[in-house]
């Protein structure tokens, strides 16, 4: 990327005009079917007309406030999201990592406010991605994202992804809570099992702990349940959304349950953007979409396709496919480093019209928009089993 950007990422030559649906077109005419969605955000794809229309009219209306004075499609949306999940108490961010800011420093408050002010320390999972505020990274773990910004934050320990018992080993006096995401995504598409998920929320229960999901990448429908923790029975105390919610409009939220959400009183947290009128327009429009009747249905069914056609290709190209992993809408094939890199791979597929992500663990990513028919997924493996081919060819 050329200056004057911060050289912090590394985009392919291309430059995309417009998208619909589940297609992006570029200034050279080429149309790409777009399997990464913007990272999991473009949940309803590109230029749905009822997020469109949501957007247009509240721009005629009211852009800004600040949370000095009050927003009603703040209190709307909150009731909705309340009303179909485990949580009481809502508070709108601008993005996922500040949704994850709010859920620490709210399982920390919680402590605090209830005479414990020592327990403050937080349990995280290995190839856990949080986010990259100074909180996130160091609740992530990630050596290469820490690397650099001086001495580790204190109060994150971190056990292996799905043991239970070196969580049970973890927990001290000090610990105020763990954090999971129920499906790994820059990780490598892990899922948590359903039984880890329900391990850990008995150990809160037992020990007083919070239970906080970060539902920011697996939400919003992505597995085919409004959040991937439904399909455990598992509820959190506090979770973290962001990605899909907005449908591509920036915009998260930090969920909380009454006894949790409670201690954030006035003066202990803010945001001058959080919430805004326009994000709330559009988070309210997709909301509605997402909880339509047959909805989640019709995601389940084309992500069981998807999954199933997935692990078509992987038999085929056996050696270099070496799993197929995720939930849902939310998948990953994890490739054999010896043959080919993720990053690799994706330009591959790239140069095939199919646009796809990267992930840790040499894994492609694929997170289409949750709109996608069978005939979108049958063109994506197509594409990909070409790109596999091209690999296989070139070795
Ligand atoms: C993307 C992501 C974040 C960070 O969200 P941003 O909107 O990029 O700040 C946090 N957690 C998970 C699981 C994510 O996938």
Known sequence: MPAPLMDTYSPPDLVFTHGEGAYLFDDKGGKHLDFIAGIAVNSLGHAHPKAVAALKAQADKLWHLSNMFRIPGQVELAKKYCDATFAERVFFTNSGTEAIECALKTARRYHFSNGRPDRYRIISFTGAFHGRSYGAINAGGNPKYLEGFGPRMEGFDQVEFGDLEAVKTAIT??????????????????????????????????????????????????????????????????????KGVGGGFPMGACLATEAAGKVMVVGTHGTTFGGNPLAMAVGNAVFDELTAPGFMDRVVEVGNFLGQQLHGLADAHAGLVQEVRGRGLLLGLKLDESKIANRDFAALARARGLLIGAAGDNVARLAPPLIITENHAREAVEKLDAALHAVTQKA
């Open 173 to 242: 006096e000090e610990t105020a809570a763990i954090i999971i995401e129920p499906v790994q995504g820059e990780g490598g598409l892990r899922a948590a099992s359903d039984a880890f998920l329900r391990g850990l929320r008995a150990l809160c229960d037992e020990h007083g702990l919070l239970l906080i999901y970060d539902e920011v990448q697996s939400g919003a429908g992505r597995t085919g349940r409004l959040f991937a923790h439904e399909w455990s029975g598992a509820a959190p105390d506090i979770m973290a959304v962001a």
